[in-house]
Nanobody, 124 residues
């Protein structure tokens, strides 16, 4: 049974920071790419960032590049998303997901297991 559990969301003022965590219970965690996605009300789920399992290949959405940093600790089966300089438009439910194939991807449908999400609200 694969489980992903996000934590670290909350309410923050514009310009502030949050760090999200994604704790995974999956065998061979270091073999899988993990992605972060977000979904605002009335919007489609969109890619935020992803990190490969072993080689540290990282992708970011243009909208978060330079402000967000994704990292992972394979010893703790955890992936992090450090979010700085937050903007009101970053408000969304943030999800982490495991990619079921080798390599990193920005495509939502290529991720097979998802967490329940954590709410991030940025006030202006």
């Amino acid at each position: 049974q694969v489980q992903l559990v996000e934590s670290g969301g909350g309410l923050v003022q514009a310009g502030g920071s949050l760090r999200l965590s994604c704790a995974a219970s999956t065998r061979s965690f270091s073999s899988y790419a993990i992605g972060w996605f977000r979904q605002a009300p009335g919007e489609e789920r969109e890619f935020v960032a992803a990190i490969s399992g072993t080689y540290g290949i990282i992708y970011y959405a243009d909208s978060v590049k330079g402000r967000f940093t994704i990292s992972r600790d394979n010893a703790k089966n955890t992936v992090y998303l450090q979010m700085n300089s937050l903007k009101p438009e970053d408000t969304a439910v943030y999800y982490c997901a495991r990619r079921g194939a080798w390599g990193v991807s920005r495509t939502t449908s290529e991720y097979d297991y998802w967490g329940q999400g954590t709410q991030v609200t940025v006030s202006s």
